[in-house]
């Protein structure tokens, strides 16, 4: 008698064991199919925002190196400021103003752009440590090819646009 009860309880044991192991594995089905539903979500919701920030991120950079260096209006913008708030319009005027001549596709202007994108990736640092590596972008600029430049100043725009999508 003592090994009947002892048979019914490992069998209800068993049986409890199986039925949690199914549950679980049912689980954790349904959790990485709503992680691969939450994934198309982001990508549907995300992507077409993030292509469409980015030119204007791009010009902005463009303007902001530029007049930092040469002064070209006084007023001392933010990058945020620029991005978040200025007409696309006005700024590409501003961008026009400055580059004095030259293109949104010339070498001083991706160099411009290349200098502004860093300055606000690197905005969150000390001071000394900005300064620090702002230098070391400087000097990078002044050995890489264009075609370098082009791609860091890509991935640097497509990477700080992403704290721009609203």
């Given at each position: ?75 001392p913008y933010q990058l945020a400021q620029i991005i ?83």
């Open positions: 008698m003592a090994d009947k009860k002892l048979s019914s309880v490992a069998l209800l044991l068993g049986v409890s064991l199986l039925t949690a192991s199914f549950t679980l594995i049912a689980k954790a089905e349904q959790s990485a199919a709503m992680s691969e539903q939450h994934k198309q979500w982001l990508r549907n919701e995300f992507v077409p925002k993030h292509q469409a920030i980015i030119p204007k991120v791009a010009v902005a950079d463009m303007f902001y190196g530029c007049n930092l260096d040469r002064k070209v209006d006084p007023i978040e708030k200025m007409d696309k319009g006005q700024l590409a005027e501003k961008l026009d103003l400055c580059l004095k001549g030259d293109t949104p596709q010339s070498d001083s202007a991706l160099n411009y752009g290349l200098v502004g994108c860093f300055t606000d990736q690197l905005s969150a640092l000390p001071k000394e440590e900005r300064d620090e590596k702002m230098e070391l972008v400087t000097g990078a600029i002044e050995r890489l090819s264009r075609e370098q430049r082009q791609k860091s100043f890509t991935k640097c725009v497509s990477e700080q646009a992403i704290k721009y999508i609203k």
